[in-house]
């Protein structure tokens, strides 16, 4: 990966080179991530853990901005990477492009820095500006949302004209209107008020309608394009799923909002509302894990049938994590979110580590995996090598890191039920009944093995590394 | 498949449009909602106030920043099923009554610390935001912090916005678990507009959540599980 920064296999394409740029500081964020993650887990087990040093309020919010962060990296880079393929024209601005990630890693480089160094201000308005925005999520200071709002109007600009000049695929045209909503919502984000309810409800605008449904539908042209690019997949019958994937995820999705109305003092119609749409958010996660798997076996069926032999997929570890995208969205984001989003069950689970296990899975199935594949993809364009196929190191860091977040998955849902039980039907909410619950030793015990898997997790996370790193190099030298 | 069109299940175009107008049928019925939900959401007044305590009900969803002066309750309703949030007699905030200006002002230094402070990422708000301490929603009714409760005894103060702005400036000198609040610089001004800000949200209409939060008061009476 990073000896593929002058000596690459792009022939000058410049898009691709500046996608790599952004893989690079994706996959460093990540790391950041998962060791934020850990200080934050060891907390729980040792309460004394860096007390009044590193807080655990600290350390959560790097590793949940972290990982938005990482992950709006490897996407933008993503759409660098893809465009040339999908548009047959080279990006239209790629110096603006450039100066637009110098900008964005400065930004977070200092943004990075408040955080860890400041941590939290005085109550006024200049922290609000200058340090944290204290909103989950969003806390990046106000001058980062103006300064991420430009970045991402440089990208579109050049995604958008790139696009005009080009071969507009279907693909390339669920992405632009896609971008343009997912880059439109993050300004519902960017106000003060006093008013907790109506902070929430616009803050859920960017958090919901990004995650359960911007971001999704970006995920189903991702998968779109890696599907034609690794498995020479029809384009028709791609494109096809697509736009019924975008119905049925928007469909869904964009009411399925009404699932986090339900307690911070809105209207009791959005108990239906929501129930009825965040029931049907799953419908389409099923869709995209048929299709994948279908347009695979179909694929590797008519290879077998031309008498090839070996695996139909040009990029093995790419295909690898791609498939474990369409398994994992389907089971973090569908299933474990299902579990929770009725309103009868949701007003004892809401706000309990229940939410902490469906986020994890979540942000990993339906995200993290098909990042990484795009990440393999890149690597294997760098190197310029025809094949590139899975060895021990990709084989250990798919295995563990999903293992890993799997396993956090099932200790969160263990104690999130002991909190739903314990603190909420039980005990009914309150000081006294959270701390009742928090230490019941099947609680500690969920956190323990938490932990636990989290170590797993990042040792999956260091093969990967060393995998990206190395594994171009070997395709180089095997092709040979 | 474009050109032949064999069926209209494998139309690109057919499945194209479809998605047009799902997407920007669903985008409509959102917003229009989202004019009724914002305005069903926006903070009453005073007048509002005085209608809430005189009819035994919340009158706005989100009453207005006076509310700091009434005392609040949270009881079952028969009609709704859930336990709902009661406006009741005038109560002295920090010794006095607040004007409307005056508890506007301490509501939003109260908001802006909340945010500066991050409380968010240990605790939930309205259950949302992190889990590694207790939600907030309706802490300002908690039994802890009543008179005869642990949080407000350990403090030494008579009045529960006195015990928890107290608690608020030295965390970490009251210990209640061995998992603490950190000491987060939160000045005696900025602890009044945080105390402000919790019995705010603490009238706010959640539709019923927490469920069941009486029952920690139920509990506590009994004497509980506060022993350890």
């Known amino acids: 990966m990073l000896t593929s920064i002058k000596t690459n296999s792009f022939e000058g394409n410049k898009s691709r080179e500046l996608a790599m740029m952004y893989f690079r500081v994706a996959i460093i964020l990540f790391g950041a991530q998962l060791l934020m993650g850990l200080i934050a887990a060891i907390q729980f087990i040792v309460p004394g853990f860096l007390f009044e040093l590193f807080d655990f309020s600290v350390a959560r919010m790097v590793h949940i901005n972290a990982l938005v962060v990482w992950m709006l990296y490897a996407m933008i880079g993503s759409v660098y990477y893809l465009m040339p393929d999908e548009t047959g024209v080279e990006t239209v601005h790629i110096g603006l492009g450039k100066l637009a990630f110098w900008i964005l890693t400065a930004a977070v480089t200092v943004v990075v820095l408040v955080y860890i160094l400041v941590q939290v201000g005085p109550g006024t308005e200049s922290t609000i500006w200058l340090i944290n925005e204290g909103r989950e999520y969003l806390e990046a200071p106000r001058w980062a949302d103006i300064g991420i709002v430009v970045v991402v109007l440089v990208f579109y600009w050049n995604v958008f004209t790139t696009f005009m000049k080009g071969r507009r695929t279907g693909i390339m045209m669920v992405l ?304 040979v | 498949m474009e050109n032949e069109n064999l069926s209209v299940w494998t139309s690109v175009p057919f499945w194209r449009r479809s998605a047009a107008w799902v997407t920007g049928f669903a985008s409509m019925l959102l917003i229009w909602l989202t004019f009724d939900s914002v305005g069903q959401i926006t903070m009453g007044n005073d007048a509002d106030l005085q209608q809430s305590a005189k009819e035994k009900r919340v009158v706005k969803r989100v009453p207005g920043p006076t509310v700091i002066n009434y005392t609040i309750g949270y009881e079952m309703s028969a009609k709704r099923g859930h336990e709902v949030p009661t406006i009741g007699a005038k109560q002295l905030f920090f010794g006095k009554e607040w004007s409307e200006e005056e508890a506007a002002d301490l509501l939003h230094l109260g908001k802006l610390t909340s945010q500066a402070k991050n409380c968010m990422n240990c605790h939930t708000l309205l259950g949302n935001g992190a889990y590694y301490a207790p939600d907030l929603t309706k802490s300002w009714l908690d039994p802890a912090w009543q008179a005869g409760g642990p949080l407000q005894g350990m403090t030494g103060k008579s009045t529960v916005e006195e015990a928890m702005a107290e608690f608020l400036q030295h965390p970490s000198q009251y210990p209640t678990h061995a998992r603490m609040m950190p000491n987060l610089g939160i000045t005696a001004d900025e602890a009044k507009g945080l105390v402000a800000f919790l019995k705010h949200m603490s009238s706010i209409d959640t539709n019923g959540f927490p469920r069941n939060f009486s029952k920690t008061v139920e509990q506590f009476k009994r004497g509980g599980s506060n022993a350890h």
């Not at chain 1, 799953?282 to 069926?301: N, S």
């Open chain 1, 176 to 479: 632009v209107a896609d971008l343009m909503a997912l880059a439109g919502l993050y300004l519902a984000g960017m106000f003060f008020t006093d008013n907790i309810s109506m902070d929430q409800y616009w803050w859920w605008w960017v958090i919901h309608l990004w995650v359960e449904a911007t971001w999704e539908v970006f995920v189903g042209a991702l998968a779109a394009y890696a599907l034609i690019k690794l498995l020479n997949a029809k384009r028709e019958i791609v494109e096809m799923w697509l736009w019924i994937e975008v119905l049925m995820l928007f469909g869904s999705g964009i009411l399925g909002l009404g699932h986090h109305y339900f307690w911070i003092g809105t209207p009791e119609y959005w108990w239906e509302i929501g129930a009825l749409f965040s029931a049907l958010e799953p419908v389409p996660l099923v869709a995209m894990f048929v299709h994948v798997l279908y347009d695979w076996g179909k694929e590797q069926g008519a290879a077998k049938a031309r008498g090839e032999k070996g695996a139909v997929a040009k990029n093995t570890p790419a295909m690898g994590w791609i498939v474990m995208n369409a398994f994992g969205n389907f089971l973090g984001a569908g299933i474990w979110g299902f579990f929770h989003t009725l309103p009868q069950v949701n007003i004892y689970t809401h706000g309990t580590q229940f939410t902490a296990a469906h986020g994890h899975l979540a942000f990993f199935g339906a995200y993290a995996t098909i990042l990484i594949g795009m990440m393999y993809i890149g690597i294997q364009g760098a190197y310029g090598t025809e094949r590139m196929k899975s060895n021990f190191k990709s084989k250990m860091a798919l295995i563990l890191i999903s293992f890993g977040v799997m396993g956090m998955t099932v200790a969160l849902t263990v104690a999130g039920y002991e909190q739903v039980l314990i603190e909420r039907a039980e005990l009914g909410a309150g000081w006294n009944a959270f701390f009742t619950a928090q230490e019941m030793p099947w609680y500690i015990q969920a956190q323990l093995w938490r932990t636990i898997m989290g170590v797993v997790t990042f040792v999956g996370f260091v093969y990967l590394v060393w995998d990206l790193l190395t594994i171009g190099k070997k395709a180089q030298q095997e092709a």
